[in-house]
Structure formats: C-alpha cells, structure tokens
C-alpha cells in the first residue's frame, strides 16, 4: 500500500512539473512547438502513470532542451 500511494504522490508532482515545463505556450513561434504540443498531450493522458511521465521527461530532455533540477 505505501508503494502505491509512493507511486501516486511521484506521479502528481512529476506531472505539475512536466505540465508547466512542456507547456506548448512556452515554445510560440518556435521549431519546438509541435513537439511540445504531442509531449504536453501525452503528459495529460498519462497524468498518473509515473513511469510514462518519466519516459515523457527524457524525450522533454533530448528534444526540447528542457533543463530540470
């Protein structure tokens, strides 16, 4: 039970940072914006599947250049 409620607490802060890092918004009139805006899609409907979200953030990392702490 505690891995699971590990799992879902990892999962909803994963995802507010990848929601608000990959924001299409933030790449308007870039090279970057179609891919921000099929990454962002996919965050949403994988919102609480964490190892999804961290596939997300690795493709985040290798094509949009996105810098996390």
């Known amino acids: ?11 909803k802060l994963l995802y507010k940072e990848l929601s608000r890092v990959c924001h299409p918004d933030r790449f308007v ?13 996919n965050i949403s409907k994988n919102k609480r599947k964490f190892k999804e979200l ?12 996105i810098k996390f702490k």
């Open 29 to 41: 009139n870039s090279d970057k914006q179609k891919i921000a805006e099929e990454i962002f899609k």
């Open 54 to 65: 961290e596939i997300l953030k690795e493709r985040a990392i290798n094509e949009l250049k």
């Open 1 to 11: 039970m505690d891995a699971l409620m590990n799992n879902i607490n990892s999962s």
